[in-house]
């Protein structure tokens, strides 16, 4: 619809359960010109993902690329779930719905694996369409024993199944601002030569848990990187 022509994903915190974790669920906002915003009233998708959410429409189709958990139960059974208790490690999931309001719980699509350091999760997605069948992710990796955050990435040609771009980090930590924690921003700007994009990042110089007031004072910062994506087809 003409009213709902641009559209942002919003988080919301709806304070804490019976054990005390927090409860975050996933609303939108949609928009005729971009500078005039409805909230929807209902969730778009009920259930815990507090990180930076994509969603990206795909023919009839709107993706929505949110965060799973994994984890082993008390009874020792290994789970994936949209919910944090006895989870370990933060994963990559995807729903998908021909509606922008309502998404089914997400199935997981990406994770680190035994190749990747046993402390490693995977925080944030940063998915872009970069072409009709090119799809990158440049994944924040929580190293949770240094407390800080790499860049990794991830291709795919039908935005379901992603193939990881090598081991090492494709961004690594600065020598500044962004010294400890790096967050790519989704959403691909032209680059000054064919096949080059800009991508745009949070730095941070305070540690993933340190991130709170008290510990670090003006200890973050946006920076860019230019890529170079050569996509022979294959």
Known sequence: PSDERYKALLQKFLGRDEKGRGVWHNYAAVSPDGLQWSLLQEPIYPWNSDTQNVCLKDGDQYRFYARLWRGVDKAGHSFISTETENATTRTIGLSESSEFSRFPKAQEILAPDPQDPDDMDFYNNACTRIKEDLYVMFISAFYKSEGVIRVLGAWSRDGRSFQ???????????????????????????????????????????????????????????????????????
């Open 164 to 234: 990881r771009l090598g081991r090492k980090p494709l961004l690594d930590l600065g020598e500044g601002f962004d010294s400890k924690v790096l967050y790519v921003a989704p959403g691909a700007v032209p680059g000054p030569r064919p096949d080059t994009y800009w991508f745009y990042y949070l730095g941070q110089s305070a540690k993933h848990d340190d991130n709170v007031p008290g510990k670090v004072h003006h200890g973050a910062g946006v920076g860019r990187f230019l890529v170079e994506i050569l996509d022979d087809g294959s």
